[in-house]
């Protein structure tokens, strides 16, 4: 199969590692680096990326549930493999056969697994005020009760900031608010003699609004920003860390036609031209990751030319505005994210004409998208 036959996802190793190395600068002495690879590496292709991140010296590393854990380890990546969410008891086998690491995310769950009557390797989730998955800062207790459950070889205990990609004083304030409660967990173990233990409280935001935070951890959850995206743009992030793109997407441009003035075109015919027109077809669409809201506001990068999407994006293809770029011709290449002479187009551009975020779009990318490296 030709790899960059229709639609594909081109990934700089170069720029994986400028992140890596940049990430561990930013980091305290002592903290590593534990990578969030969940969905599909947020579409990048969670085993190439593994595999450049083993080859960086990374050895902790975050998934979503234990199939992806699973899948991780059937590609021969080797450390700590930290499941962040629910795993059905059906499925609590699959942590022992792929050595994974599981999440208590209450202390309800956590009975689960030592009726489970195996021995699992465990993080205790903290809710310090997200209201999602975790214990609650309150339930002492409780949270010291889990150490009494012989099946459990608990090595990591962990929270997660809820407002640490925020601008404001207020969401400064409640980031401050969940460490201190985070700490005070901490404390209590620390003086129970609970130890042996990582702790980790940092995703992509709070290791680049340290400063806000006075604790020092073991590990460090980084995620989108791993891949030199920000969830969505920020003048103020971009400037103060060169954080480079991993990921380009690109597809080929399969047919050119001439459009009079008038017609219209695609579904609906729900774009019609002003005056004659050039429009390319090209062989990308939704059940690849492009999102149908970016029907006749989105653009791509043509022959280093920016051109609008115009019309519905379909399942499959869709079409392009390429009267600007006359000398275009099929076979040619477009890239909706990604770079083409001296225009980039950002996935925090796309982001914002689809109307929601980096990471929902990147996740999404579909998995008929060839990943090449480059």
């Known amino acids: 199969m030709y790899e960059k036959g229709r639609a594909w996802i081109e990934l700089s190793i170069q720029h994986l590692e400028h992140n890596v190395r940049l990430f561990q600068k930013l980091l305290p002495k002592g903290c590593a680096l534990m990578p ?11 085993e190439l990326i593994c595999k450049q991140l083993q080859k960086l010296g990374i050895r902790n590393y975050c998934v979503a549930s234990a199939v992806e854990g699973a899948r991780l380890r059937r590609a021969g990546i080797h450390g700590q493999i930290l499941v962040l969410g629910y795993t059905h008891p059906r499925d609590l086998d699959l942590l022992v056969e792929y050595d994974l690491t599981q999440t208590v995310i209450d202390c309800a769950y956590g009975k689960i697994l030592k009726d489970f009557g195996k021995k699992l390797s465990v993080h205790i989730g903290i809710d310090t005020g997200m209201h999602r998955l975790g214990e609650s800062y309150e339930n002492i207790s409780g949270i010291r009760e889990l150490w009494n459950c012989r ?3 608990i090595t990591g205990v962990y929270s997660h900031l809820c407002t640490s990609d925020g601008t404001t004083e207020t969401d400064r304030t409640y980031m401050r608010l969940q460490e201190m ?15 042996g233990f990582a702790t980790h409280l940092q995703g992509s935001y709070g290791i680049l609004n340290k400063e806000e935070l006075t604790g020092t951890y073991d590990l460090a959850r980084v995620g989108i920003a791993l891949y030199g995206v920000f969830s969505e743009s920020s003048t103020e992030l971009e400037r103060k860390y060169d954080l480079r793109p ?8 399969t047919s050119v036609k001439e459009l009079k003035a008038g017609e219209g075109a695609g579904y609906g015919l729900a774009w019609h031209a002003d005056s004659a027109r050039r429009l390319a ?3 990308i669409g939704y059940a690849d990751g492009l999102p149908r809201a970016l029907s006749n506001k989105g653009h791509a990068l043509v ?4 051109v609008p999407i115009v019309g519905r994006v379909c399942m499959d293809q869709l079409l ?9 011709c099929p076979g040619e290449e477009a890239v909706f994210i990604g770079r083409s002479g001296t225009y980039e187009i950002r996935a925090e551009e796309m982001a914002a004409e689809a109307g929601t975020i980096t990471n929902e779009i990147l996740s999404r990318l579909g998995e008929r998208l060839v990943r090449v490296i480059v």
């Not at 991993?246 to 441009?253: D, H």
Request: charged letters at 30%; a positive charge.
């Open 303 to 306: 022959k280093g030319k920016k």
């Open 151 to 153: 099946n459990l070889q």
């Open 181 to 195: 409660r985070f700490q005070k967990v901490l404390r209590y173990l620390q003086a129970e003699g609970r130890k």
């Open 246 to 253: 991993v990921l380009s997407l690109k597809a080929r441009i």
């Open 320 to 328: 392009l505005d390429v009267t600007e770029v006359p000398e275009v």
């Open 281 to 283: 077809a090209v062989s």
């Open 36 to 46: 969030a690879v969940k969905a599909n590496a947020y579409g990048h292709g969670m």
